[in-house]
């Protein structure tokens, strides 16, 4: 983490210093922080870092300043250089000279305000920096991704969307101009072997010209020849990440040219990505390539001339626009659906949608954005508060400065040169306070990172900040500190001069207070609609724990196996799947054992549409279709997941490929088709075939919590044979010992299988509260934090005042006041203020979680309990930070409080 | 061309300091601040903001020259560069040290510490 951040210092010099004395500077940084480490606590760390960062910026600015005065010496040609532009320089040097100075000299209050900024910046910049590793910054390990776009077929109303067949694909690629190139990937489960037992990987299957599209260059080895891309199945060849290799292969440097086994196929090893490159959409964790022309051998159930199962990305050639190209690519496409008389489903798709190509798909990369949309609102508001939290503090300075400036005008300093003094000091304060965020943002990403995620797949987070981030943080913490320094620089270089040399006592005017009151009260809002904003997103997160998902979780074990990956043709892995479910049975405190193609509650759903002829009118559309969601069970599913069947019977055994085809409905669809009853024996058409219902099963949840119920059918797996399924069991005993078992029965079947993953059915569900859950938490943390920051200031605030009235309150004592009417006079205050931020904060707080609806399940953004919840912690906090001010003025000797000036 | 020395006089206390350390042996970076720190008794500390900001101008002014000799490649220290002063370097740091000699020896200057004397 030092070193990152030390590196993402450097990047601020100019670039002829950072070349030449870059590497030097990073190892002189090693060295020094070794020491600063050897056997101390952190706290040497940290002060390490308070003695450089402040040289480290002098000497950018400085560095910076030399660059411009060359700049400016060495253009002869043109004008001479313009002396007030020189002059100006020079001012600003000295400027920067004295800023730095008088920070220096007050080292608690520079400390404070860093900090301070530091906090709300390094809030902000957390968020941009986790927005932009996942969608904004091109993808790792690519060089010149600017032009490439992701291609989708859309429907024309772009609302559903179809991946593209091999023959699209390459009629797309052959008449394509306004694109250079084309590409096409789709992902492939593997099982990659060197020897021994197998490594389950995520793999991609990708066109010969992907590597070279995305301007990766092989770490070792090579990619993929053009002629590897020609015929089907001549090339048995592989390309392995850089982790797999250093993981895998030990990073050995001779593994390129090794015969390896991939899905049971001998293989030869030709290539290693660069370290970062993880494909196309980078969250998920890509561990090998291999040519789409192996497809038959890796990929037995799909087809190269089949329907759609290809993704696709391209260049756009130079000088094309991508509006141009989007028409040509949708001209192309409709040329092509008529030519080939082609239908998918019941829908064209005959509308290209252009975009981007990051981490993440064009649909995932909106909902995400919107979500981190609301985080970084989230985290605004905390840098709001900081900023207004150290203009109080600059106010506070400006007013004990008053004397210094009046001297300083006195002396013949104009308002401007004051202005622009002040502005530098409050600058070179965000500027710090920048570097402090981006140290902020440094460690609450790596912390981030460490945030499980459920899920089968390898998902890798990688958010740490670059120099995009960097400069963001520059900027936000530049553009605030203007924002919020203007007005103390103003107000400190006022103009009364004689008026203020004369009486010399600091200025009370009932602006100022009123200014620095509302500044308060306005800091206070703002913290308690994070707060509300926590304890809603909480609150969603107990109702959705509470949610009936219409089965039973607990108690259920999943595996994700896939046979096509172990190089098992069909007929093999029926064979494997019905010895796997004989071995997972007979394990003790196993009750029972199915397979299911999709797990409940994972946020993946499959939708289809079938038709029907006698449903009540209204229910289906003019052709007689409707939509339904569907998942393939096998024989016990049911009992797997505890879920009744309300009426005929669940899929069993019998209900094979000979048999008649049926399936199991849920009781909405029985509802919504056949409302006047009788569901069980009706008939379905679903593709080419004849489907009867034999039952219907309970409504549950399927695809996430606050779904609205759709129509489900569950087919029998048996009759729609698939090679990649879960193993679901339900068992009484302890998960983990199941879990080796299930390991143990899996290695009896094919020692050389890669090892299962098992995990829980809560563990696989709980990813369906995973946005509320990181909401509560980062809201909650910047709540807490924003909490802090308007309570220091209230403090601040009443403490200062109550200092102010230090005489006024020796008089009363002296009067005969008792010591709990002082309290309340000050305290009174604190309460006033308080009170007024709440009504503002609820206020402000109800308009801001409509924003939140969505993600929020069935609780009211106007959740009453939560406000009051909130306004009452809220209230206690304010009334400690009065309380203890108040104090400390009633227990003042009065003696000595008369005394005061 | 024989540069005269007095034209860089008076050196800046940093400068001196890392001329003489250079004077004495060849460093890198790490290296030249250990051993200005240990020769100041730790009042110049030196860190990677500063110190490539005077290397720079040293660089510059060929008072220093970087060390065609590296040291140790064994010792993994071979992307290390080393600084040697330059025969111009030896002559500037001399004529300063004569300089703060002559300073030092002035009647009034000693009167004047001794004075102060702790």
């Known amino acids: 983490v030092n070193e990152r951040l030390f590196a993402l210092l450097l990047l601020c010099f100019p670039p002829g210093f950072r070349r030449r004395f870059g590497a030097e500077m990073r190892l002189l940084f090693r060295d020094q922080l070794r020491d600063a480490r050897t056997g101390r606590s952190p706290v040497h760390v940290v002060r390490f870092w308070f003695h450089l960062v402040p040289s480290l910026v002098a000497a950018v600015l400085l560095e910076w300043r030399d660059v411009v005065l060359e700049r400016l010496v060495s253009s002869p040609p043109g004008p001479p250089p313009s002396n007030s532009r020189e002059r100006m320089l020079h001012s600003m040097t000295s400027d920067l000279r004295l800023a730095v100075r008088m920070l220096r000299k007050n080292p608690v209050f520079t400390l404070i305000a860093v900090l301070v900024i530091a906090i709300g910046s390094g809030a902000v910049t957390t968020i941009f920096s986790a927005m932009n590793a996942i969608v904004l910054r091109p993808l790792p390990g690519t060089h010149g991704t600017e032009r490439l776009v992701d291609i989708e077929r859309r429907s024309a109303d772009l609302s559903e969307g179809t991946t593209a067949s091999y023959d699209y694909f390459r009629q797309l690629r052959e008449r394509t101009r306004t694109l250079d190139d084309i590409a096409a990937w789709t992902k492939v489960s593997l099982t990659l072997a060197d020897r021994g037992q197998g490594n389950a990987v995520y793999g991609n299957m990708v066109s010969g010209n992907y590597f070279a599209l995305l301007g990766v260059r092989p770490a070792l080895g090579r990619f993929f020849a053009p002629d590897e891309d020609r015929t089907p199945l001549t090339h048995a060849v592989v390309v392995v990440s850089y982790g797999f290799w250093q993981s895998a292969l030990g990073s050995d440097s001779g593994a390129i040219g090794r015969a390896v086994t991939v899905n049971g196929h001998p293989y030869t090893l030709i290539g290693v990505a660069p370290t970062g490159f993880r494909g196309v959409f980078s969250p998920l964790k890509v561990d090998a390539w291999v040519p789409l022309m192996m497809q038959q051998q890796l990929r037995t159930t799909r087809d190269l001339e089949d329907a759609a199962w290809l993704r696709t990305f391209g260049r756009l050639a130079p000088g094309v626009t991508v509006d141009q190209a989007r028409q040509e690519l949708t001209a192309l ?28 798909p064009a649909d995932a990369r909106e909902g995400f954005l919107r979500f981190m949309q609301l985080l970084l609102g989230a985290a605004a508001l905390v840098l709001l508060i900081a900023s207004v939290n150290v203009a109080s503090m600059l106010s506070a300075r400006a007013i004990a400065r008053q004397r210094e400036m009046a001297v300083r005008v006195a002396l013949g300093a104009g308002r401007a040169r004051l202005v622009r003094q002040l502005l530098t000091e409050t600058m070179m304060l965000f500027t710090l306070g920048a570097f402090g965020g981006m140290g902020v943002a440094t460690l609450a990403t790596a912390a981030l990172e460490q945030v499980p995620i459920p899920t089968d797949a390898a998902v890798v987070l990688e958010l740490s900040p670059d120099p995009r981030v960097l400069s963001f943080a520059l900027a936000i913490s530049l553009a ?97 799947y019905r010895a796997l479910r004989e071995s997972v049975s007979g394990i003790p405190g196993v009750e029972a054992v199915s397979f299911v193609d999709r797990l409940p509650l994972a946020l993946s759903s499959s939708g289809a549409s079938i038709e029907v002829d006698d449903a009540v009118s209204g229910a289906v559309d003019r052709e007689g279709r409707v939509s339904v969601q569907l998942a393939l069970v096998d024989a016990g599913y049911f009992n797997v997941l505890q879920l009744p069947i309300r009426s005929g019977r669940a899929i069993t055994a019998s209900d094979n490929a000979e048999s008649p085809r049926v399936a199991v409905i849920n009781e909405t669809m029985a509802r919504r088709l056949w409302p006047q009853g009788g569901a069980v024996g009706r008939n379905f058409r679903f593709g080419p075939e004849r489907v009867t219902v034999i039952g219907v099963a309970q409504d549950a949840k399927y695809d996430f919590l606050a779904e609205a119920t759709p129509s489900f059918v569950y087919f029998a797996s048996a009759q729609n044979w698939r090679q990649d399924q879960w193993l679901v069991v339900r068992s009484a005993g302890d998960a983990a010992a199941l879990a080796s078992a299930i390991e143990r029965a899996v290695r009896t079947i094919d020692p050389l299988l890669p090892r299962p993953v098992v995990m829980t059915l809560t563990q696989t569900t709980s990813i369906s509260l995973l946005p509320q859950r990181v909401a509560a938490l980062v809201t909650g943390v910047l709540g807490a934090v924003g909490l802090l920051l308007a309570t220091v200031g209230l403090y601040g605030l009443i403490a200062y005042s109550a200092n102010r009235r230090t005489r006024e309150i020796g008089i009363r004592v002296a009067l005969g006041a008792r010591r709990s009417d002082v309290l309340a006079l000050v305290v009174r205050e604190g309460m006033w203020l ?68 | 061309m024989p540069l005269d020395p007095r034209a860089f006089l008076p050196l800046k206390p940093v400068d001196l300091q890392l001329l003489l350390a250079l004077g004495e042996q060849e460093l890198h970076g790490y290296g030249l601040v250990q051993a200005i720190a240990e020769r100041t008794d730790g009042l110049v500390s030196l860190d990677p903001g500063n110190l490539y900001r005077v290397i720079k101008r040293l660089l510059a002014d060929g008072l220093v020259a970087e060390s065609t000799t590296r040291a140790a490649p064994e010792l993994g220290e071979e992307r290390r560069r080393y600084y040697r002063i330059t025969p111009l370097g030896g002559r500037v740091a001399g004529q300063e040290v004569r300089r703060l000699q002559a300073l030092v020896n002035l009647p009034s200057v000693r009167a004047l510490a001794a004075r102060y004397a702790p």
């Open chain 1, 834 to 901: 308080a009170g007024l931020g709440v009504v503002i904060g609820v206020v402000l707080a109800g308009a801001a979680s409509q924003l939140l609806r969505s993600l929020l399940f069935d609780t009211s953004p106007f959740d009453v309990p939560t406000y009051a919840v909130m306004s009452l912690l809220f209230i206690a906090v304010a009334m400690l930070a009065s309380y203890l001010p108040a104090r400390r003025a009633a227990s003042a000797n009065p003696a000595t409080a008369l005394r005061a000036d």
């Open chain 1, 480 to 576: 605030t500190g203007l924002l919020f320094g203007l007005s103390p620089a103003l107000q400190a270089s006022r103009k009364d001069v004689t008026a203020q040399l004369r009486d010399g006592s600091a200025g009370s005017g009932t602006r100022r207070r009123l200014m620095s009151h509302a500044l308060i009260v306005g800091q206070l809002a703002m913290s308690l609609v994070l707060l509300v904003g926590a304890g809603l997103f909480l609150r969603a997160l107990q109702g959705g724990e509470k949610v009936d998902p219409g089965f039973q979780i607990a108690g259920v074990s999943a595996v994700a196996f896939n046979t096509e990956a172990f190089g098992y043709d069909s007929a093999r892995g029926r064979t494997f």
């Open chain 1, 333 to 360: 496409t409709v040329a092509y659906i008529a030519e080939r008389g082609e239908r998918a489903g019941n829908r064209e798709y005959n509308t290209i949608r252009l975009s981007a190509l990051t981490g993440l």
